[in-house]
């Protein structure tokens, strides 16, 4: 797992680098990128959030949250979010780095994306916890990268040009698409 590592870290920012960064967005926010398989056959887990949600019901997104008072650090954040949404537990995963934050539009979030390898998800008791998530998924890289593409979707009405990825039936937009998209780029 160290040479894993290494080659993983050096692609990636140092946490307090891309914290460093800031960007636009009042609320701190931060996500888990849970990364199995890693380097011989890479993917992602995600949360399909559940549809009576009152904000981003339904979609498909990275287990994380807002950084709450107790959290050392926004690593804590994303650490402890994965383990409230999913029951990935924090000792299980070994943060390597951090990608820039990402704003979001509508909710002014700044949201800033931590990259963790994880043992394989058949080897986890993932846990969808019933208040937020619908279900737990898993992506190959392979299969995001195949389903990328550039939508104009309509959000509350408004046509937005942005990337997207669709896999096995679910469409992966808006900052969960950035932020992956970044993450394909420097890997």
Known sequence: MTNARAGLGDRLLSAADAVALGGRGGTHAAVLLA??????????????????????????????GRRDPG??????????????????????VDVVGALPPVSTFVTDYLVHPFVGLVPHPAELDLQPNPTEVETVLAFSLE??????????????????HTPTYEVEGQLIWGATARILGNLLDRI
Do not use: C, K, N
């Open 35 to 64: 990364l199995y398989g890693w380097p011989e056959q890479p993917g992602l887990i995600f949360t399909e959030r559940r549809a009576d949600l009152r904000r981003h019901a339904g979609e498909v997104s990275f287990p994380g």
């Open 71 to 92: 959290d050392t650090d926004l690593t804590a954040t994303a650490l402890r979010e994965a383990d409230e949404e999913i029951a990935l537990d924090p000792a299980a």
């Open 143 to 160: 299969l995001l990268r195949e389903g990328y593409e550039m939508r104009r979707l309509l959000r509350r009405g408004i046509p937005i």
